[in-house]
């Protein structure tokens, strides 16, 4: 009696394996970097992701001739950015079409190879520091939060900034507090 149910058991952990191996997501990739924000000896962890969406591309999809699988071009991605210790700092999610203008405009098959050099690109952050940020009236196509006189109040206190690209035309800048605590700062848009 314990040899069949060792024997099921080992049947239902194999068909579980076997299941779940069918059902990978050929556009699950991920990057990963490091850097300095929040702090002088601070690490943090900056994280690009892709994963497919709930639609295959073909009939029926915004992608409908976009080819096969395994076709990533309805993709979604996130990048993220954490603190060594876990705690989250910032992050944007959005579907692969509108974070990489090329894949969004040609919709054309994106292969997992394709989603691997895009990620490798958007992980690559940009450091700085507010007093980089333009100024309210510089003619830039901005927004924020924060009203002029706490803007310019941020910009001058130089705060650790980090900022990535949402797409090929928004860039959005955070800044890191004197507490190490990250706030979204700016988007500047380019036409």
């Known amino acids: 009696m314990i040899k069949s149910l060792l024997a099921s058991a080992a049947f239902m952990t194999l068909a579980s394996a076997t299941a779940f191996a069918a059902d990978a997501d050929p556009c699950a990739v991920s990057r990963t970097a490091t850097v300095t924000f929040t702090g002088k000896a601070a690490t943090d962890i900056v ?100 009203d002029d006189e706490t803007y310019k109040a941020i910009r001058a206190a130089k705060y650790p900034m980090l900022c990535y690209a949402e797409d090929s035309l928004s860039l959005t800048c955070l800044f890191a507090d004197a507490d190490g605590y990250a706030q979204p700062y700016y988007t500047l848009t380019t036409d």
């Not at 691997?116 to 009236?137: H, I, M, N």
């Open 47 to 146: 994280t690009a992701r892709a994963f497919s969406g709930p639609v295959q591309p073909g009939a029926g999809s915004i992608a409908e001739n976009a080819g096969q699988a395994p076709n990533c071009i309805l993709a979604t991605v996130a990048l993220t950015i954490h603190k060594a210790d876990g705690s989250f700092l910032g992050g944007y999610i959005a579907p692969l079409a509108r974070a990489n203008y090329d894949a969004g405009h040609m919709m054309e098959p994106q292969s997992p190879e394709a989603i691997g050099k895009f990620l490798d690109e958007w992980v690559k952050v940009t450091l700085s520091t507010t007093a980089e940020a333009p100024e309210r009236d510089s003619g830039a196509t901005f927004t924020t939060t924060f």
